[in-house]
């Protein structure tokens, strides 16, 4: 016998235990409605697309740097599969990026203070609008961090740094593309 039939039956009067058993089938009923399924699963938004299909139908505005590029060309990689941009859109990304190297860590050599160790922040806003009507159907901003070494080397800490900004290219592009299929399925 289980607890919960030891408290059914150690309920006394049978008012009380039918009173408990409506109030355990109603919070059964209300729990079997919530339901959990796969942000990229076969099924449908509210408009009746897989959201697969929703999200290969956005075009992505050019952006002016070489880091929103990198941004840019891993969404257009992630959105359409592979496949490019969409020849006739439903949608319109606008797409700015700003990255923000930080020295993290300063170590004295010789007197001075000379930077070892830095983080680039990239930030990336969105605005998704569906082409014809003008509707903001999203906007949004998301940041990323990532960690760098800094040589002494010239060249060696340059690369350090465009190595960051490409690491964090990609993980911005991962975080946005999870930010917009989230918003359009909830439409």
């Keep these: 016998m289980s607890s919960f039939d030891a408290l059914i039956r150690g309920l006394r009067g049978r008012p009380l235990r039918k009173a408990l058993m409506v109030g355990v089938m109603l919070a ?25 299909s929703e999200l290969s139908a956005i075009a992505i505005k050019p952006v002016s740097t070489r880091y929103g590029q990198e941004v840019r060309n ?9 496949k490019g941009q969409p020849a006739a859109p439903r949608y319109s990304l606008q797409l700015v990026v700003v990255a923000r190297a930080e020295s993290a860590v300063q170590v004295q050599i010789a007197g001075e203070n000379e930077p070892t160790a830095g983080t680039l922040t990239m930030i990336g ?63």
Excluded: W
Aim: charged residues 20%; glycine residues 10%; aromatic residues 6%.
């Design 125 to 187: 806003n969105y605005t998704l609008t569906e082409n014809g009507k003008g509707a903001v159907l999203a906007a949004g901003e998301r940041r990323v961090a990532a960690n760098y070494d800094l040589p002494k080397q010239e060249y060696a800490a340059l690369r350090a740094v465009r190595d960051a900004e490409n690491r964090a290219a990609r993980e911005l592009a991962q975080v946005l593309q999870l930010a917009i299929a989230q918003e359009m399925s909830q439409r």
């Design 28 to 52: 059964l009923g209300a729990t079997s409605a919530c339901t959990v399924r796969p942000l990229y699963a076969d099924g449908t938004t509210t408009g009746g697309l897989p959201i697969k």
């Design 74 to 82: 891993h969404l257009i990689f992630l959105f359409g599969g592979g």
